[in-house]
């Protein structure tokens, strides 16, 4: 089943941020979420994964959703090195679980930081972390709130090939208000504007 947003209606104090919004997404694929910032675009990926509750209106085909999460921070865990926070949220035994995370630091251009902490790695090299993290959690939607902002365009397009390769039948949303990441990198690409938030435009790339 599809995810779709019906009649949602979002406000804080006397701001609309979502005012009776409804939208049907994608399957599948790399959907880009592009507008201005403050338009929304946040409030609306909260709203989906139940992080924000809406005032009115509702979120259907989420039924075993399996959410992975990546936020405009890291969010790592400073106290423990590149490989222990990938490992944390795996199942299997310790042995296992930081063997599969230092496959997955090398497939995201980390080879040789898996002992650093957060604190030893730069911005960029830690937005990988958390990429790599994402990708250890699973799951069969993909939230992404600009999770690429301290990644050079080839690095972003490396990242997201990974995604489409490990994720090839899930959907993957993208917020972004950088125009060069959405023609980059989106399948199809929500021209957005608000508050309240709006579709002007959906471009679907061939």
Known sequence: ???????ATKQ?????????????FPEKG?????????CGKTTLLNCIAGLVRLDSGEV???EN?????LFQEDRLLPWVSAEENIAAVLR???ERNLREARALLVQVGLAGEADKRPHELSGGMRQRVAIARALAFGGNLYLMDEPFHAL?????????SLFREKTPDC???????????????ADEIWILEGPPLEIMHIITKC
């Open 65 to 69: 959703r399996r959410i992975s999460f």
């Open 1 to 7: 089943m599809r995810i779709e947003i019906k009649h």
């Open 60 to 62: 259907t085909g989420m």
């Open 171 to 185: 959907l993957k949303i993208l917020v972004t208000h950088d125009k060069r990441e959405a023609e980059l990198l």
């Open 30 to 38: 790399v959907l880009c979420l592009f507008g201005p910032s403050g």
């Open 12 to 24: 804080f104090g006397e701001k609309f941020v979502l005012r009776d919004f409804s939208a049907l």
């Open 92 to 94: 299997g035994s310790r």
């Open 152 to 160: 050079d365009d080839g690095s972003k397009q490396e990242i997201i």
